[in-house]
């Protein structure tokens, strides 16, 4: 999966959990100011991509995370390390 597939999924994740439109969503979409997420919503995002990826996130990894881009880094290395 590249990161262009890795966005594709975060995007279509955002779009069928929160009910976003995907028109509202780009890679410098901040996930709490501009997309308003919250910590919850964070959460369930990130189980959702560990089922889809089969890889366990680490809680940490996802603390520095603000923008879509920022979570498409984060599962690229994810899967890099594998």
């Not at 890795?6 to 994740?13: D, M, R």
């Not at 889809?52 to 994810?78: N, W």
């Amino acid at each position: 999966m590249d990161k262009n597939e890795i966005y594709q999924e975060v995007t279509g994740l955002l779009v069928k959990l929160f009910e976003l439109d995907a028109g509202d969503i780009k890679p410098e979409s901040r996930l709490y100011e501009d997309l308003e997420l919250d910590s919850i919503d964070a959460v369930d995002m990130v189980v959702h991509l560990q089922k889809r990826i089969g890889r366990k996130i680490k809680p940490e990894m996802f603390k520095s995370v603000r923008t879509v881009q920022d979570v498409v880094d984060a599962v690229d290395l994810l899967i890099r390390e594998g």
